[in-house]
C-alpha cells in the first residue's frame, strides 16, 4: 500500500463512503443525499446556494440531487418572502426521519473507523485535518 498523502485521503475517502452506503442499503438514498439531509438537520430551510456551498456540491449537481429528494418525498422547495429566483428547502417528516438514521450511522461509522485511536490522538488529527480543509480552500498557490 502506498503512502503518500494524496492516496491515502482519497483510498479512506473512497472505502468511508463505500461503508457508509453500505449502511444505508435499507432506505431510498443515493449519492449525494445523505450529506443533503444531514445539512438540513441543522438548517432546515436552507436556501440551495447555502447548501452547495455547505456541502461542497456544484449548484448543478445539487440542483439533480434536489430533484431526486424531491420525487422521493424528502424534501420540499418554497420561495421565501415571493422570491421567485431562490427557493428554500425544507425535510419532509419522511426527510427529518432518515437524517435522524443518517446522523446515527454517520456517528457509528465514526466510531468505528477511530476505534483504538486515543481521545487525544483523535483531537490531534482533526485539528491537524481542519488546518488542511483551510489550506485547500485558499486560492493562493493554485496551478
Not at 494524496?6 to 475517502?13: F, K, P, R, S, T
Not at 422570491?83 to 426527510?95: A, K, L, N, V
Request: aromatic residues 10%; hydrophobic residues 40%; charged residues 25%.
Amino acid at each position: 500500500m502506498e503512502s503518500s498523502f494524496h492516496y491515502l485521503l482519497m483510498a479512506n475517502q473512497a472505502r468511508f463512503q463505500k461503508k457508509f452506503f453500505s449502511l444505508l442499503a435499507d432506505t431510498p438514498l443515493t449519492q449525494g443525499q445523505p450529506k443533503v439531509l444531514d445539512y438540513l438537520r441543522e438548517h432546515d430551510g436552507a436556501a440551495q446556494k447555502e447548501i452547495a456551498a455547505a456541502c461542497q456540491i456544484e449548484p448543478a449537481s445539487l440542483t439533480s440531487i434536489l430533484n431526486g429528494m424531491e420525487q422521493k418525498g424528502l424534501i420540499q422547495r418554497r420561495m421565501q418572502n415571493g422570491d421567485r429566483r431562490s427557493f428554500h428547502i425544507f425535510m419532509t417528516p419522511e426527510g427529518r426521519r432518515l437524517s435522524e438514521i443518517i446522523r446515527e450511522r454517520f456517528l457509528w461509522l465514526e466510531e468505528h473507523t477511530l476505534r483504538g485511536i486515543s481521545l487525544q490522538e483523535r483531537q490531534q488529527f482533526l485539528a491537524t485535518f481542519e488546518k488542511i480543509f483551510e489550506n485547500l480552500n485558499h486560492e493562493e498557490g493554485s496551478l
